[in-house]
């Protein structure tokens, strides 16, 4: 099947031929999406326990794609990886035919999402069609590409849990499903537990990375209360090398620095 045209992937760069195929975008969904947005119950629940995507049928999915920095972190990577996990937990009959994905934090408020450059950093060998902002302008038109959207898991849509909500808010408006790869797929057309394993681990993401940085500060404080220091000395002061206090890393030959006063 012949790749669509993409913009944004680098020149000379083979686009995901080792594992992944881009299916080409049909006229009409195969599904009735206003039964999607027309409440919790019948039929609603039926679709979102993938009950409609039969084998048979071609259902159109978006991948979402996140990685918070471009400077600590490998974007390449993590967006593969990201990409591979999401296409293996597609439901029965799904395939992707459109990629959006940003290099930015997930902490950022919505509105502030979407406008950063820094994919174009790195030679990603994933077609773009744009970040969640043009995700999300897609899915408010009649004439979208997709049905639903799929991602690793719901921390990449956002750590912040009333951020990731919303888009979530957003895309069934639009009668767009918010797919997880490491949630469930409920095929019996219950869907209660659905949204609490959601709630949760989208609550873990906000914790996760708030607790991470309440203790890097405290270990940085602490760190600073023993009297090491952390880059260069403040104006007055040099540099004093010390052993490191763990064998291990005394053996590699590692030092701790403190400072100390110039006269």
Same mark, same amino acid.
């Given at each position: 099947?012949?790749?669509?045209?993409?913009?944004?992937?680098? !020149?000379?760069? /083979?686009?995901?031929?080792?594992?992944?195929?881009?299916?080409?975008?049909?006229?009409?969904?195969?599904?009735?999406?206003?039964?999607? +947005?027309?409440?919790?119950?019948?039929?609603?629940? %039926?679709?979102?326990?993938?009950?409609?995507?039969?084998?048979?049928?071609?259902?159109?999915?978006?991948?979402?794609?996140? #990685?918070?920095?471009?400077?600590? %972190? @490998?974007?390449? #990577?993590?967006?593969?990886? %990201?990409? +591979?996990?999401?296409?293996?937990?597609?439901?029965?009959?799904?395939?992707?035919?459109?990629?959006?994905?940003?290099?930015?934090?997930?902490?950022?408020?919505? @509105?502030?999402?979407?406008?950063?450059?820094? &994919? !174009?950093?790195?030679?990603?060998?994933?077609?773009?069609?744009?970040? $969640?902002? @043009?995700?999300?302008?897609?899915?408010?038109?009649? @004439?979208?590409?997709?049905?639903?959207? $799929?991602?690793?898991?719901?921390?990449?849509?956002?750590?912040?849990?009333?951020? +990731?909500?919303?888009?979530? #808010?957003?895309?069934?408006?639009?009668?767009?499903?918010? $797919?997880?790869?490491?949630? /469930?797929? $409920?095929?019996?057309?219950?869907?209660?537990? %659905? /949204?609490?394993?959601?709630?949760?681990?989208?609550?873990?993401?906000?914790?996760?990375?708030?607790?991470?940085?309440?203790?890097?500060?405290?270990?940085?404080?602490? &760190?600073?209360?023993?009297?090491?220091?952390?880059?260069?000395?403040?104006?007055?002061?040099?540099? &004093?090398?010390?052993? &490191?206090?763990?064998?291990?890393?005394?053996?590699?030959?590692? #030092?701790?620095?403190?400072?100390?006063?110039?006269?």
């Amino acid at each position: 099947m012949p790749e669509p045209a993409r913009t944004g992937s680098p !020149e000379g760069v /083979p686009v995901l031929s080792f594992r992944f195929h881009i299916a080409a975008p049909q006229q009409h969904s195969p599904i009735p999406l206003d039964a999607i +947005s027309a409440g919790t119950g019948g039929r609603r629940a %039926q679709l979102i326990g993938y009950d409609a995507f039969a084998a048979d049928r071609l259902l159109r999915v978006a991948f979402a794609g996140r #990685t918070s920095t471009d400077d600590l %972190q @490998d974007p390449v #990577t993590s967006l593969l990886r %990201q990409l +591979s996990n999401s296409q293996a937990a597609l439901p029965p009959g799904g395939a992707m035919v459109a990629y959006f994905y940003d290099v930015e934090s997930g902490r950022k408020a919505l @509105d502030a999402r979407g406008h950063g450059r820094g &994919h !174009e950093r790195f030679n990603i060998p994933i077609p773009r069609d744009g970040g $969640i902002q @043009d995700l999300l302008a897609e899915a408010r038109q009649p @004439d979208r590409r997709f049905d639903a959207v $799929i991602c690793e898991d719901i921390a990449r849509i956002g750590r912040r849990s009333h951020v +990731s909500q919303e888009i979530e #808010t957003l895309l069934e408006r639009a009668g767009v499903l918010l $797919i997880a790869a490491d949630e /469930p797929l $409920i095929t019996s057309g219950k869907r209660a537990t %659905q /949204p609490l394993t959601r709630r949760v681990k989208q609550g873990v993401s906000e914790w996760y990375v708030l607790e991470l940085l309440e203790k890097s500060w405290d270990g940085l404080s602490t &760190h600073s209360h023993m009297g090491y220091n952390i880059g260069k000395p403040p104006y007055g002061y040099l540099k &004093h090398d010390v052993p &490191h206090p763990i064998a291990s890393r005394r053996e590699q030959g590692a #030092t701790k620095h403190t400072s100390r006063p110039t006269r």
